[in-house]
């Protein structure tokens, strides 16, 4: 990676960039891109999160080693890494381009009945009859979930299977909320194999997360309108 910077200062050199790789990871946990590591169960049971789990040594409901085996020091044999969403929610807001478009699908009719975005179907209406308080502020963010595995070491003939969790925020119009740049990585789940329907496991930090903007809301600032709002 540090190779790849210099290379990178050599071709732009009216652009700052940092010296190696680990000033590259100052930079990028200043601006709320870091993840935090979370232990879980090789089994795919539960996760180490939490006051009672936390300290365990062993999974409660299998009994699996949390530990890899044969190792001076303990390492886990399973770890989560988990994306923190608020502040990647708030940044939304923080680019007076894109705050301008969160509220996107309230202001924009649909005058042909054609389903073009999530907005325009039946479950996005019912929803908003259900939660009117929620649906009273069009900035409030709506969120797609999706997820698949891929082999990152196909290359090395490895059965080794990962998948990325994305999060598609769906305020912003078709033409911007399904870029690469509008997703968000919520948490990467590990291999070797994929969890199944053991992947609400996995989910629990995502869940639990969003239950304070959900009841709450967050205190976020809206550089389109330069007001503070709560998310």
């Known amino acids: 990676m540090t190779l790849i910077l210099d290379l990178l200062r050599d071709a732009f050199e009216e652009v700052k960039l940092p010296p190696s790789i680990y000033e590259s990871k100052k930079i990028i946990n200043k601006v709320g891109l870091n993840y935090t590591k979370i232990d879980t169960c090789p089994n ?13 040594d062993a999974c409660k409901h299998c009994g699996k080693s949390r530990w890899k085996p044969n190792k001076k020091n303990k390492v886990a044999a399973k770890v989560l890494r988990y ?22 699908h309230a202001s924009q009719s649909n005058k042909d009945g054609l389903i073009r975005h999530p907005r325009d179907g039946e479950a996005w209406k019912t929803f908003d009859l259900m939660h009117p308080d929620f649906t ?12 698949d595995g891929f082999n990152p070491f196909v ?3 490895s059965t080794y299977s990962i998948l990325p969790v994305f999060l598609t925020p769906y305020n912003l119009p078709p033409w911007m909320c399904m870029k690469h740049t509008s997703l968000i990585l919520s ?5 070797k194999h994929t969890p199944g329907n053991n ?3 996995y989910l629990r930090p995502l869940v639990e997360e969003l239950k304070e903007p959900w009841n709450d809301g967050v205190e976020t600032f809206d550089s389109s309108t330069n007001e503070t709002f709560r998310m």
């Open 83 to 104: 994306f923190p969403l608020k502040p990647r929610l708030k940044r939304l807001f923080t680019c007076c381009k894109t705050a301008k478009h969160m509220g996107w």
């Open 199 to 201: 992947i609400d496991v």
């Open 155 to 157: 290359t090395f003939s």
């Open 44 to 56: 795919d049971c539960t996760l180490y999160l939490g006051d009672g789990e936390k300290d365990l």
């Open 187 to 191: 948490m990467t789940i590990p291999g």
């Open 136 to 147: 009273s502020n069009p900035r409030n963010v709506r969120l797609g979930l999706a997820t």
